[in-house]
């Protein structure tokens, strides 16, 4: 099992940044693809972007690309999320994820979540 904790949400005016964090614990010798998804209020669960364990591939979705920034930090069994250029569609609860394939997070089928952070870009 692997538990995932997010921090660092909070709100925002538009324009700004903010940077997640997700600290994982529990079995993590394993070799997980760690990400994000978010979810706005009304809408469906969405994928952000996701790191390989070795942290030198990394997927975005087109709506973040080149604004949103994933790195992982695997001494610290950390994974973050730097957001720039923040706009008010970006406010969702954002989820912290982990999985050993990438196909499942491409899914939506991860299989560890966290609890999740909430974002809130003002406009």
């Known amino acids: 099992q692997v538990q995932l904790a997010e921090s660092g949400g909070g709100l925002v005016q538009a324009g700004g940044s903010l940077r997640v964090s997700c600290a994982a614990s529990?079995?993590?010798?394993?070799?997980?693809?760690m990400g994000w998804f978010r979810q706005a209020p009304g809408k469906v669960r969405e994928f952000v972007a996701a790191?390989?364990?070795?942290?030198?591939?990394?997927y975005y979705a087109d709506s973040v690309k080149g604004r949103f920034t994933i790195s992982r930090d695997n001494a610290k069994n950390t994974v973050y999320l730097q957001m720039n250029s923040l706009k008010p569609v970006d406010t969702a609860v954002y989820y912290c994820?982990?999985?050993?394939?990438?196909?499942?997070?491409?899914?939506?089928?991860?299989?560890?979540w966290g609890q999740g952070t909430q974002v809130t870009v003002s406009s």
């Open positions: 994820v982990a999985d050993g394939s990438i196909i499942r997070i491409w899914d939506s089928r991860p299989t560890y």
């Open positions: 529990g079995r993590t010798g394993s070799t997980y693809v």
């Open positions: 790191i390989t364990w070795s942290g030198d591939t990394t």
